[in-house]
């Protein structure tokens, strides 16, 4: 595994777009929350913007932030990472230089498993400073009382990340690859739900696309206030529970890491 790992770091190291989006994710995670000071005073039911900061709120504010940096930056490396090699016929290289087609993908597999491992990491340390600094007479209780936020923030970073590899592995073309990862992220998956909702079946199983599946590990907070839920006849709970949405993640990025490897190993170098 270490050994694969390394081989993606040495050929990824020096890449600039690469870079450039590690650094920016690296300097917005623990930045953009503190825009949320501009806003003194919100309306009702909503309270006091200090709960952007202290224990035990910071976890899923700080980890809903997280997941569109997560889908913007890390889904994108994870996308660039095949589709580059594509691009420059350098897959080719690897596979004659000696890989077999299964240690080229677990490379890539392994890759994205570590980046979400550190990724996951610091955002259990911003949150943990954060949280100290703004919260009066925290103890270990209040800190880690999250309701799993942790492994639910790794979850999140491997289900954007391996629905890049498989964007990049099933469609190969940079920018149509690219284009659909955030298409697919941004519009058709909500449209798929809503759509299915409103001429289908109103049913929970709806909520269960890929992208809400992920999304509901670290939702907007807000929505958690009855009262900030839209006016919306559901025949069933508006988020996924944590634990659904969990299993759900699980699964999908199972399904998209097995498509991914079966796109790889059946089709021509």
């Not at 050994?3 to 994710?25: A, D, G, P, Q, V």
């Not at 569109?68 to 889904?75: A, E, H, I, R, S």
């Not at 270990?140 to 492994?151: K, L, R, T, V």
């Not at 992920?214 to 939702?219: A, I, K, Q, R, Y």
Request: proline share 4%; aromatic share 20%.
């Amino acid at each position: 595994m270490m050994r694969l790992i390394k081989l993606e770091y040495t050929k990824f190291k020096n890449h600039s777009l690469m870079l450039i989006l590690s650094m920016l994710y690296v300097v917005f995670f623990p930045s953009i929350i503190f825009y949320g000071k501009e806003f003194n005073d919100l309306p009702d039911p909503l309270p006091g913007n200090i709960i952007f900061y202290k224990f035990p709120s910071v976890w899923d504010y700080q980890g809903y932030i997280g997941s569109w940096l997560v889908f913007f930056f890390l889904g994108l490396i994870a996308v660039f990472s095949v589709v580059n090699e594509v691009r420059y016929k350098t897959f080719r290289q690897n596979i004659i230089a000696g890989l077999t087609r299964k240690e080229y993908f677990l490379a890539k597999f392994y890759s994205i498993t570590a980046i979400s491992v550190l990724v996951t990491i610091y955002y259990a340390v911003v949150c943990l400073l954060i949280g100290m600094f703004h919260t009066k007479g925290w103890t270990i209780s209040d800190a880690f009382n999250n309701s799993w936020a942790i492994p639910r923030y790794f979850l999140i970073s491997m289900g954007y990340m391996t629905f890049g590899l498989f964007c990049g592995f099933l469609i190969r073309r940079s920018g149509l690859s690219i284009l659909f990862y955030l298409i697919y992220g941004l519009a058709i998956d909500v449209a798929i739900k809503w759509l299915a909702n409103s001429y289908v079946i109103s049913h929970g199983a709806v909520r269960f696309t890929p992208m809400n599946t992920m999304e509901d590990l670290m939702p907007l907070p807000f929505y958690r206030f009855v009262d900030l839920i839209p006016d919306i006849d559901f025949n069933f709970e508006f988020l996924l529970t944590y634990w659904e949405a969990s299993l759900g993640t699980i699964a999908w990025c199972a399904l998209f890491v097995y498509i991914a490897y079966r796109s790889f190993t059946t089709r021509d170098l």
